[in-house]
Each structure stands twice: as structure tokens, then as C-alpha cells.
Nanobody, 124 residues
Framework: QVQLVESGGGVVQAGGSLRLSCAASGRTFDNYKMGWFRQAPGKEREFVAAISRSAGVTYYADSVKGRFTISRDNAKNTVYLQMNNLKPEDTAVYFC?????????????????WGQGTQVTVSS
């Protein structure tokens, strides 16, 4: 079992930055791939970024590539999402997710554990 708690959301102006954190419980954090997803009002949840267990490989949605950076600190059981040059269309609830498999980084059904989400609002 893994419990995930996101933090770092808030309100920011377009062009600004935020860093989201996701703290995981348990002692086997480095056995899990980690992902960030987001859900805007009236839309389906979508993939944002993911990182492999060893942090050797990262994956990004085209919409955030070059602006967002995912990283992890296995010693702190934490995964981060640095978001720069934020746009109003980035406004959403951001969810952290984890799974012990090493496949399907882009698809939410390949993640078994989810946080409650943190709201990010980007004003124009």
C-alpha cells in the first residue's frame, strides 16, 4: 500500500511558476513509477508527466514539454513537478499517482495509487 499526499498548488499569474510535491508513505518508494495527471473542469483526467523508479527516464505530455519538469528524491519518498511559464489552460486539479509496474506510463489505468489532488489556478 502506498499513500500519496500532494501539496504546492495555488493561484499564480500566467507566466509564473509553481512546484508541486507528492509525499509517499511506505519504505519501498523506489519500487514505484510515479506520475502526475490533471483534470480541468468539465474535462477528463489527462496525463502530464511520469518518471521511472530510478528517475532514469521521464515522460511528458506534449502540452507541457519544455515547461514542466518531473523529478523524484527516493531518499525523501517525494516526487516533484516543477511548472514554469504557466498558462491559463494549465488550470486543473493535479493528481499524483504511483504503481509498481514498469509499463504504461501515460495511461491512468496503469496506476493503482492516487492522491487527493491539489488545485492549480493560472490567471490571465
Amino acid at each position: 500500500q502506498v499513500q500519496l499526499v500532494e501539496s504546492g498548488g495555488g493561484v499564480v499569474q500566467a507566466g509564473g511558476s509553481l512546484r508541486l510535491s507528492c509525499a509517499a508513505s511506505g519504505r519501498t518508494f523506489d519500487n514505484y513509477k510515479m506520475g502526475w495527471f490533471r483534470q480541468a473542469p468539465g474535462k477528463e483526467r489527462e496525463f502530464v508527466a511520469a518518471i521511472s523508479r530510478s528517475a532514469g527516464v521521464t515522460y511528458y505530455a506534449d502540452s507541457v514539454k519544455g515547461r514542466f519538469t518531473i523529478s523524484r528524491d527516493n531518499a525523501k519518498n517525494t516526487v516533484y513537478l516543477q511548472m514554469n511559464n504557466l498558462k491559463p489552460e494549465d488550470t486543473a486539479v493535479y493528481f499524483c499517482a504511483a504503481d509498481s509496474s514498469d509499463i504504461g506510463y501515460y495511461r491512468e489505468h496503469n496506476y493503482n495509487y492516487w492522491g487527493q489532488g491539489t488545485q492549480v489556478t493560472v490567471s490571465s
